[in-house]
């Protein structure tokens, strides 16, 4: 089982800037796809980015493409995300996704529920402010 924990949450005026952490443990991943996921107040999960571990691969939401960059360190063993020029639209709880069943793909950033199949951490609050 792969155990996930983000970190890095908090508050920020718009334009601001946030690095969201995920330090993953439990199991190895260098097959897996990982991701981030974000759940606005009364909306549905929408995929903001994801990675996969082994090449490096990586995609992006078309919400956040040219603001946020994902990344990953094997030695740490984490996934992170820097997010840039945050506006309110940003606001949500932001979580860490990890699935051995999946590529980094347009179809794994379509998920709209953390799904059983895919490991999940349990999120960080994000909040952006005008």
């Known amino acids: 089982q792969v155990r996930l924990e983000e970190s890095g949450g908090g508050s920020v005026q718009a334009g601001g800037s946030l690095r969201l952490s995920c330090t993953i443990s439990?199991?190895?991943?260098?097959?897996?796809?990982l991701g981030w996921f974000r759940q606005a107040p009364g909306k549905e999960l929408e995929g903001v980015s994801c990675?996969?571990?082994?090449?490096?691969?990586?995609r992006y939401g078309d919400s956040v493409k040219g603001r946020f960059t994902i990344s990953r360190d094997k030695d740490k063993n984490t996934l992170d995300i820097q997010m840039a020029n945050l506006t309110p639209a940003d606001t949500g709880i932001c979580y860490c996704?990890?699935?051995?069943?999946?590529?980094?793909?347009?179809?794994?950033?379509?998920?709209?529920?953390?799904?059983?199949?895919?490991?999940w951490g349990r999120g960080t609050q994000v909040t952006v402010s005008s």
């Open positions: 439990g199991v190895r991943v260098d097959n897996a796809c």
């Open positions: 990675l996969n571990w082994g090449s490096g691969v990586t």
């Open positions: 996704a990890a699935s051995r069943n999946d590529y980094c793909s347009v179809a794994f950033l379509n998920r709209r529920s953390r799904s059983d199949d895919t490991s």
